[in-house]
């Protein structure tokens, strides 16, 4: 068993969560790409009660630019992807990693059951909430009320 696998299964015996992440970046320039994805993962990375315990990152390959954005002028569109194993101390901590650094997909790894006390949860959803009056208030979104 290597360290990376001995740190995370110590981190799981003291109640952290285990989760696999997908993170993915397109610019039409090919050093932004590269740079702005790490970038990312190493902010993630310096968040409180998380640990990234892996990262690997593909290599930059050139994709098909869309047709709205042809007609903005792009003409080259490059991608890169990162798959991350990350330990999150508890809960809370892995609900704002989704909410700040919106990975492309999020798998739960270990444990195989979640316990929330009633803080972590009620945390949590206020951090959801906080999200979504941010959206309204910039005029992309929110929750619509429907009045009598």
């Known amino acids: ?7 995370m299964n110590d981190l799981l ?5 285990k989760t696999w992440m997908i993170f993915e970046v397109q ?30 990152f593909t290599d930059v390959d050139e994709i098909d630019v869309p047709e709205g954005l042809k ?18 101390k508890e809960f809370e901590a892995l609900v704002n990693v989704v909410i700040n650094y919106a990975p492309t997909a999020v798998e739960v790894l270990a444990p195989e059951k979640i316990v929330l006390s009633m803080r972590d949860a009620q945390n949590s959803l206020v951090s959801l909430s906080d999200m979504m009056h941010k959206f309204a208030r910039a005029g992309v979104g929110g ?3 429907k009045g009598e």
Not at 32 to 38: E, G, I, P, Q, W
Not at 49 to 55: F, K, L, R
Not at 71 to 88: N, P
């Open 71 to 88: 007609k903005r002028g792009v003409d080259v569109l490059f991608t890169q992807v990162c798959e991350v194993t990350l330990m999150a």
């Open 27 to 56: 610019s039409a320039d090919k050093a932004v790409c590269v740079s702005a994805l790490k970038k990312h993962v190493k902010d993630m990375a310096s968040e409180p009660s998380v640990e990234v315990t892996q990262e690997s």
């Open 1 to 7: 068993m290597n360290d990376d696998d001995l740190r």
């Open 13 to 17: 015996e003291k109640g952290w969560i």
């Open 143 to 145: 929750m619509l009320i």
